[in-house]
Protein backbone atom coordinates (compact mmCIF):
# COMPACT_ATOMS: atom_id res chain seq x y z
CA UNK A 1 0.00 0.00 0.00
CA UNK A 2 1.38 3.24 -1.40
CA UNK A 3 0.56 6.96 0.41
CA UNK A 4 2.93 8.78 -1.34
CA UNK A 5 2.33 11.01 -4.48
CA UNK A 6 4.26 9.97 -7.35
CA UNK A 7 7.71 12.20 -8.75
CA UNK A 8 5.29 13.57 -11.45
CA UNK A 9 2.03 14.39 -8.62
CA UNK A 10 4.87 16.06 -6.45
CA UNK A 11 5.58 17.90 -9.30
CA UNK A 12 2.24 18.97 -10.07
CA UNK A 13 1.70 19.82 -7.10
CA UNK A 14 4.58 22.23 -6.49
CA UNK A 15 3.89 23.78 -9.58
CA UNK A 16 -0.16 24.35 -8.57
CA UNK A 17 1.33 25.52 -5.07
CA UNK A 18 3.24 28.18 -6.62
CA UNK A 19 0.33 29.58 -8.53
CA UNK A 20 -2.43 29.30 -6.03
CA UNK A 21 0.07 31.99 -3.44
CA UNK A 22 2.00 33.58 -6.32
CA UNK A 23 -1.48 34.88 -8.68
CA UNK A 24 -4.69 33.63 -6.71
CA UNK A 25 -4.04 35.09 -3.52
CA UNK A 26 -3.52 38.27 -4.80
CA UNK A 27 -6.49 38.08 -6.90
CA UNK A 28 -9.05 37.22 -3.68
CA UNK A 29 -9.37 40.18 -2.48
CA UNK A 30 -11.04 41.67 -5.52
CA UNK A 31 -13.17 38.48 -6.55
CA UNK A 32 -14.43 38.68 -2.86
CA UNK A 33 -15.23 42.68 -3.29
CA UNK A 34 -16.58 42.22 -6.68
CA UNK A 35 -17.81 38.83 -7.25
CA UNK A 36 -16.19 38.95 -10.63
CA UNK A 37 -15.37 35.87 -12.46
CA UNK A 38 -11.43 35.65 -12.42
CA UNK A 39 -11.39 35.30 -15.98
CA UNK A 40 -7.86 35.98 -16.17
CA UNK A 41 -7.17 32.70 -13.31
CA UNK A 42 -9.20 30.45 -15.49
CA UNK A 43 -6.94 31.37 -18.32
CA UNK A 44 -3.43 31.10 -16.72
CA UNK A 45 -4.71 27.65 -15.11
CA UNK A 46 -5.63 26.94 -19.09
CA UNK A 47 -2.05 27.87 -20.40
CA UNK A 48 -0.53 25.53 -17.94
CA UNK A 49 -2.56 22.47 -18.93
CA UNK A 50 -4.52 22.57 -15.89
CA UNK A 51 -8.18 22.71 -17.11
CA UNK A 52 -7.35 19.46 -18.69
CA UNK A 53 -5.28 16.97 -16.13
CA UNK A 54 -7.11 13.99 -16.32
CA UNK A 55 -7.47 13.97 -19.65
CA UNK A 56 -5.43 12.40 -22.82
CA UNK A 57 -2.88 13.81 -24.93
CA UNK A 58 -4.79 13.08 -27.92
CA UNK A 59 -7.90 14.88 -26.55
CA UNK A 60 -6.17 18.16 -25.72
CA UNK A 61 -5.28 17.03 -22.14
CA UNK A 62 -2.51 17.10 -20.15
CA UNK A 63 -2.70 12.84 -19.60
CA UNK A 64 -2.77 13.23 -16.16
CA UNK A 65 -4.40 10.59 -13.95
CA UNK A 66 -7.05 11.41 -11.68
CA UNK A 67 -5.21 11.67 -8.27
CA UNK A 68 -3.13 14.41 -10.30
CA UNK A 69 -6.43 16.24 -10.99
CA UNK A 70 -7.48 16.34 -7.01
CA UNK A 71 -4.18 17.76 -6.27
CA UNK A 72 -4.92 20.48 -8.09
CA UNK A 73 -8.41 21.27 -7.05
CA UNK A 74 -6.78 20.62 -3.40
CA UNK A 75 -4.33 22.82 -3.58
CA UNK A 76 -6.18 25.69 -5.44
CA UNK A 77 -8.78 25.63 -3.11
CA UNK A 78 -6.21 26.28 -0.29
CA UNK A 79 -6.19 29.68 -1.43
CA UNK A 80 -9.64 29.99 -3.20
CA UNK A 81 -12.69 27.96 -3.13
CA UNK A 82 -14.25 29.51 -5.85
CA UNK A 83 -11.50 28.80 -8.32
CA UNK A 84 -11.42 25.42 -7.21
CA UNK A 85 -14.66 24.99 -7.71
CA UNK A 86 -14.30 26.25 -11.33
CA UNK A 87 -12.00 23.75 -12.37
CA UNK A 88 -13.81 20.87 -10.69
CA UNK A 89 -17.54 21.01 -12.61
CA UNK A 90 -15.35 22.08 -15.83
CA UNK A 91 -13.53 18.53 -15.13
CA UNK A 92 -15.89 16.24 -13.44
CA UNK A 93 -19.05 16.89 -14.46
CA UNK A 94 -18.65 18.41 -18.19
CA UNK A 95 -15.58 17.34 -19.84
CA UNK A 96 -15.07 13.86 -18.54
CA UNK A 97 -18.34 12.16 -18.92
CA UNK A 98 -17.85 13.78 -22.41
CA UNK A 99 -15.43 11.67 -22.83
CA UNK A 100 -16.89 8.86 -21.67
CA UNK A 101 -20.41 8.78 -23.01
CA UNK A 102 -19.96 10.82 -26.12
CA UNK A 103 -19.89 9.63 -30.09
CA UNK A 104 -17.00 10.56 -31.85
CA UNK A 105 -17.94 13.43 -33.31
CA UNK A 106 -19.27 14.71 -30.02
CA UNK A 107 -15.35 14.80 -28.45
CA UNK A 108 -14.03 15.94 -31.40
CA UNK A 109 -16.03 18.78 -31.03
CA UNK A 110 -16.31 19.67 -27.74
CA UNK A 111 -13.61 17.48 -25.06
CA UNK A 112 -9.94 19.15 -26.99
CA UNK A 113 -11.49 23.01 -26.62
CA UNK A 114 -13.00 21.93 -22.97
CA UNK A 115 -8.98 20.17 -22.12
CA UNK A 116 -7.18 22.98 -23.77
CA UNK A 117 -9.67 25.64 -21.49
CA UNK A 118 -10.67 27.17 -24.98
CA UNK A 119 -14.26 26.33 -23.59
CA UNK A 120 -15.39 26.18 -20.25
CA UNK A 121 -18.26 23.61 -19.25
CA UNK A 122 -20.88 23.80 -17.04
CA UNK A 123 -23.52 21.21 -15.54
CA UNK A 124 -26.84 22.07 -15.61
CA UNK A 125 -29.22 19.51 -13.19
CA UNK A 126 -30.59 21.18 -10.24
CA UNK A 127 -33.89 23.29 -10.84
CA UNK A 128 -36.11 24.73 -8.03
CA UNK A 129 -38.30 21.74 -7.62
CA UNK A 130 -35.82 18.90 -7.70
CA UNK A 131 -32.39 19.40 -5.88
CA UNK A 132 -31.04 16.15 -3.97
CA UNK A 133 -34.36 14.34 -5.90
CA UNK A 134 -32.52 14.49 -8.92
CA UNK A 135 -35.31 12.38 -10.60
CA UNK A 136 -37.78 14.67 -9.75
CA UNK A 137 -36.90 17.48 -12.62
CA UNK A 138 -39.32 19.41 -14.93
CA UNK A 139 -37.43 20.56 -17.90
CA UNK A 140 -38.87 18.96 -20.61
CA UNK A 141 -37.55 17.56 -23.95
CA UNK A 142 -40.36 17.02 -26.75
CA UNK A 143 -39.57 15.09 -29.36
CA UNK A 144 -39.86 16.61 -32.78
CA UNK A 145 -39.09 14.90 -35.93
CA UNK A 146 -35.29 14.44 -35.33
CA UNK A 147 -34.81 17.13 -33.55
CA UNK A 148 -35.68 18.08 -29.39
CA UNK A 149 -37.34 21.26 -28.21
CA UNK A 150 -36.30 21.94 -24.48
CA UNK A 151 -38.41 24.32 -22.04
CA UNK A 152 -37.94 24.81 -18.40
CA UNK A 153 -35.17 26.49 -15.85
CA UNK A 154 -32.20 25.51 -13.99
CA UNK A 155 -30.92 26.63 -10.80
CA UNK A 156 -27.82 27.40 -8.73
CA UNK A 157 -25.42 26.38 -11.63
CA UNK A 158 -21.76 26.79 -11.38
CA UNK A 159 -19.81 28.24 -14.18
CA UNK A 160 -23.00 29.44 -16.02
CA UNK A 161 -22.91 32.49 -17.91
CA UNK A 162 -19.01 32.23 -18.16
CA UNK A 163 -19.73 28.55 -19.75
CA UNK A 164 -19.24 27.57 -23.45
CA UNK A 165 -20.90 24.60 -23.27
CA UNK A 166 -23.80 22.95 -20.72
CA UNK A 167 -24.17 19.23 -20.15
CA UNK A 168 -27.56 19.52 -19.13
CA UNK A 169 -30.43 17.57 -18.65
CA UNK A 170 -34.45 17.02 -19.17
CA UNK A 171 -37.39 14.86 -19.14
CA UNK A 172 -37.95 13.24 -22.74
CA UNK A 173 -40.31 10.69 -21.29
CA UNK A 174 -42.46 11.58 -17.98
CA UNK A 175 -44.08 8.15 -17.39
CA UNK A 176 -40.36 6.61 -17.12
CA UNK A 177 -39.58 8.97 -14.12
CA UNK A 178 -35.40 8.39 -14.14
CA UNK A 179 -35.45 6.26 -16.93
CA UNK A 180 -36.61 8.71 -18.71
CA UNK A 181 -34.22 12.02 -18.22
CA UNK A 182 -31.78 12.73 -21.27
CA UNK A 183 -28.76 14.36 -21.72
CA UNK A 184 -28.11 17.42 -23.79
CA UNK A 185 -25.14 19.11 -24.66
CA UNK A 186 -26.07 22.32 -25.24
CA UNK A 187 -24.04 25.86 -27.05
CA UNK A 188 -24.05 28.55 -24.85
CA UNK A 189 -24.77 30.53 -28.11
CA UNK A 190 -27.44 28.38 -29.13
CA UNK A 191 -30.69 29.86 -29.22
CA UNK A 192 -33.37 29.42 -26.82
CA UNK A 193 -30.64 29.57 -23.78
CA UNK A 194 -30.54 32.61 -21.67
CA UNK A 195 -28.72 33.27 -18.42
CA UNK A 196 -31.18 34.49 -15.36
CA UNK A 197 -30.41 35.57 -12.06
CA UNK A 198 -27.08 35.10 -11.06
CA UNK A 199 -27.38 34.57 -6.92
CA UNK A 200 -25.49 36.69 -4.50
CA UNK A 201 -24.14 34.05 -2.28
CA UNK A 202 -22.77 33.77 1.38
CA UNK A 203 -19.24 32.38 -0.14
CA UNK A 204 -17.33 31.31 -3.23
CA UNK A 205 -17.47 34.90 -4.30
CA UNK A 206 -16.08 34.80 -7.71
CA UNK A 207 -17.36 31.76 -8.95
CA UNK A 208 -20.61 32.11 -10.88
CA UNK A 209 -24.41 30.62 -9.73
CA UNK A 210 -26.86 31.59 -12.16
CA UNK A 211 -30.19 30.45 -13.13
CA UNK A 212 -30.55 28.84 -16.67
CA UNK A 213 -33.42 29.05 -18.87
CA UNK A 214 -34.68 26.47 -22.16
CA UNK A 215 -37.34 28.65 -23.90
CA UNK A 216 -37.99 27.29 -26.90
CA UNK A 217 -34.11 25.51 -27.10
CA UNK A 218 -34.33 23.60 -30.19
CA UNK A 219 -31.76 20.35 -30.79
CA UNK A 220 -30.56 18.09 -33.30
CA UNK A 221 -30.51 14.48 -32.17
CA UNK A 222 -26.91 14.62 -32.39
CA UNK A 223 -26.86 16.81 -29.07
CA UNK A 224 -28.15 14.08 -26.94
CA UNK A 225 -24.89 12.72 -24.51
CA UNK A 226 -25.69 8.91 -24.62
CA UNK A 227 -29.09 7.61 -25.52
CA UNK A 228 -31.90 8.66 -24.85
CA UNK A 229 -33.26 7.87 -21.37
CA UNK A 230 -29.68 7.12 -20.11
CA UNK A 231 -29.19 10.83 -18.75
CA UNK A 232 -30.17 9.84 -15.24
CA UNK A 233 -27.50 6.88 -15.07
CA UNK A 234 -25.19 9.51 -16.49
CA UNK A 235 -25.73 11.92 -14.08
CA UNK A 236 -25.21 9.70 -11.09
CA UNK A 237 -22.09 7.90 -12.57
CA UNK A 238 -20.37 11.82 -13.03
CA UNK A 239 -21.35 12.57 -9.84
CA UNK A 240 -19.34 10.15 -7.93
CA UNK A 241 -16.35 12.11 -9.52
CA UNK A 242 -17.85 15.41 -8.61
CA UNK A 243 -17.93 14.68 -5.15
CA UNK A 244 -14.52 13.94 -5.08
CA UNK A 245 -13.72 16.97 -6.75
CA UNK A 246 -16.09 18.58 -3.94
CA UNK A 247 -14.55 16.49 -1.11
CA UNK A 248 -11.04 17.78 -2.25
CA UNK A 249 -12.23 21.55 -2.29
CA UNK A 250 -13.58 20.93 1.03
CA UNK A 251 -9.75 19.65 2.20
CA UNK A 252 -8.11 22.68 0.94
CA UNK A 253 -10.50 24.93 3.58
CA UNK A 254 -9.94 22.83 5.88
CA UNK A 255 -6.09 22.97 5.56
CA UNK A 256 -6.15 26.54 4.69
CA UNK A 257 -7.99 27.05 7.98
CA UNK A 258 -5.62 24.91 10.31
CA UNK A 259 -2.99 26.50 8.96
CA UNK A 260 -4.25 30.01 10.20
CA UNK A 261 -4.73 28.56 13.75
CA UNK A 262 -1.33 26.66 14.11
CA UNK A 263 0.21 30.13 13.05
CA UNK A 264 -1.72 31.84 15.84
CA UNK A 265 -1.04 29.47 17.87
CA UNK A 266 2.91 29.25 16.72
CA UNK A 267 3.20 32.86 17.93
CA UNK A 268 1.84 32.65 21.50
CA UNK A 269 3.61 29.19 22.40
CA UNK A 270 6.98 30.75 22.90
CA UNK A 271 4.88 32.73 26.15
CA UNK A 272 2.40 29.98 27.17
CA UNK A 273 2.24 26.78 28.65
CA UNK A 274 0.01 23.69 27.24
CA UNK A 275 -3.53 24.69 27.44
CA UNK A 276 -7.33 23.58 26.38
CA UNK A 277 -6.71 25.44 22.40
CA UNK A 278 -3.42 23.17 21.71
CA UNK A 279 -5.79 20.22 22.59
CA UNK A 280 -8.07 21.44 20.57
CA UNK A 281 -5.25 22.14 17.76
CA UNK A 282 -3.96 18.92 17.97
CA UNK A 283 -7.80 17.15 17.49
CA UNK A 284 -8.56 19.07 14.52
CA UNK A 285 -5.12 18.03 12.84
CA UNK A 286 -6.26 14.56 13.17
CA UNK A 287 -9.50 14.93 11.39
CA UNK A 288 -7.87 17.30 8.74
CA UNK A 289 -5.37 13.94 7.96
CA UNK A 290 -8.77 12.10 8.11
CA UNK A 291 -10.15 13.75 5.55
CA UNK A 292 -7.30 13.67 3.50
CA UNK A 293 -7.07 9.71 3.33
CA UNK A 294 -10.40 9.54 2.75
CA UNK A 295 -10.63 11.83 -0.39
CA UNK A 296 -6.97 10.55 -1.54
CA UNK A 297 -8.80 7.01 -0.90
CA UNK A 298 -11.37 7.27 -3.03
CA UNK A 299 -9.36 9.40 -5.63
CA UNK A 300 -7.29 6.47 -6.09
CA UNK A 301 -10.27 3.92 -6.39
CA UNK A 302 -11.55 6.32 -9.44
CA UNK A 303 -8.23 6.26 -11.20
CA UNK A 304 -8.09 2.43 -10.63
CA UNK A 305 -11.79 2.20 -12.50
CA UNK A 306 -13.17 0.57 -9.46
CA UNK A 307 -16.35 1.06 -7.85
CA UNK A 308 -16.08 3.96 -5.43
CA UNK A 309 -20.07 5.47 -4.77
CA UNK A 310 -19.42 4.63 -1.49
CA UNK A 311 -15.94 6.01 -1.30
CA UNK A 312 -16.51 8.77 -2.86
CA UNK A 313 -19.83 9.88 -0.60
CA UNK A 314 -17.63 8.89 2.31
CA UNK A 315 -14.94 11.30 1.83
CA UNK A 316 -17.40 14.54 0.51
CA UNK A 317 -19.00 13.87 3.47
CA UNK A 318 -16.98 13.79 6.23
CA UNK A 319 -14.28 16.67 4.85
CA UNK A 320 -17.39 19.31 4.06
CA UNK A 321 -18.12 18.34 7.59
CA UNK A 322 -14.46 18.67 8.68
CA UNK A 323 -13.79 21.96 6.81
CA UNK A 324 -17.06 23.70 8.32
CA UNK A 325 -15.51 22.35 11.97
CA UNK A 326 -11.88 23.89 11.12
CA UNK A 327 -13.25 27.03 9.80
CA UNK A 328 -15.64 27.19 12.22
CA UNK A 329 -12.85 26.63 15.17
CA UNK A 330 -10.52 29.21 13.27
CA UNK A 331 -13.16 31.99 13.37
CA UNK A 332 -13.48 31.51 17.12
CA UNK A 333 -10.08 31.14 18.28
CA UNK A 334 -8.44 34.03 16.54
CA UNK A 335 -11.08 36.23 18.35
CA UNK A 336 -11.58 39.70 16.52
CA UNK A 337 -9.27 38.90 13.79
CA UNK A 338 -11.38 35.58 12.94
CA UNK A 339 -14.55 37.92 12.68
CA UNK A 340 -13.22 40.65 10.78
CA UNK A 341 -15.02 40.87 7.81
CA UNK A 342 -11.92 40.84 5.42
CA UNK A 343 -9.93 38.29 7.47
CA UNK A 344 -9.36 35.15 5.90
CA UNK A 345 -11.00 33.30 8.33
CA UNK A 346 -14.33 34.63 7.95
CA UNK A 347 -14.22 33.68 4.05
CA UNK A 348 -13.34 30.46 4.95
CA UNK A 349 -16.07 30.10 7.42
CA UNK A 350 -18.31 31.16 4.29
CA UNK A 351 -17.20 29.06 1.75
CA UNK A 352 -17.04 26.14 3.66
CA UNK A 353 -20.43 25.72 4.40
CA UNK A 354 -21.44 25.06 1.04
CA UNK A 355 -19.73 21.89 0.53
CA UNK A 356 -22.11 20.53 3.19
CA UNK A 357 -24.57 21.60 0.42
CA UNK A 358 -23.92 20.59 -3.12
CA UNK A 359 -22.85 17.90 -4.88
CA UNK A 360 -25.51 15.82 -3.32
CA UNK A 361 -26.23 17.15 0.74
CA UNK A 362 -24.57 15.33 3.14
CA UNK A 363 -27.62 14.26 4.30
CA UNK A 364 -28.10 12.32 0.92
CA UNK A 365 -24.57 10.72 1.26
CA UNK A 366 -26.13 9.31 4.67
CA UNK A 367 -28.35 7.50 2.60
CA UNK A 368 -26.06 6.59 -0.30
CA UNK A 369 -23.59 5.54 2.27
CA UNK A 370 -26.08 2.85 4.55
CA UNK A 371 -27.48 2.15 0.97
CA UNK A 372 -24.15 0.61 -0.28
CA UNK A 373 -24.07 -1.18 2.71
CA UNK A 374 -27.03 -2.65 3.00
CA UNK A 375 -27.97 -3.07 -0.23
CA UNK A 376 -28.17 -7.02 -0.92
CA UNK A 377 -25.42 -8.46 -2.95
Same mark, same amino acid.
Given at each position: ?7 ? /? ?95 ? /? ?271
Amino acid at each position: MEFRLTKE /QEELQLAVRHFAETEVVPAVTRMEKEERFPNELVAGMAARGWMGIPIAKQWGGMGGDFISYIVAIHEISKASAALGVILSVHSSVCTLPILKHGTEA /QRNRYVSKLAKGEWLGAFALTEPHAGSDAASIRTVAEKDGGHYVLNGAKLFITNAGAADVYLAFAVSDPEKRAKGVTAFLIDNAAPGVQVGLKERKMGLHGSNTCELIFDGLRLPESQVLGKAGEGFAIAMGSLDGGRIGIAAQALGIAEAALRLIEERFRIRSSRSAFTPQHAELAELTVIAEAARLLVYRAAWLRQEGEACTKEASMAKLFASDTAVQIAGAAVRLLGLEGCSESSTAERLFRDAKVTQIYEGTNEIHRIVISGQLLRAE
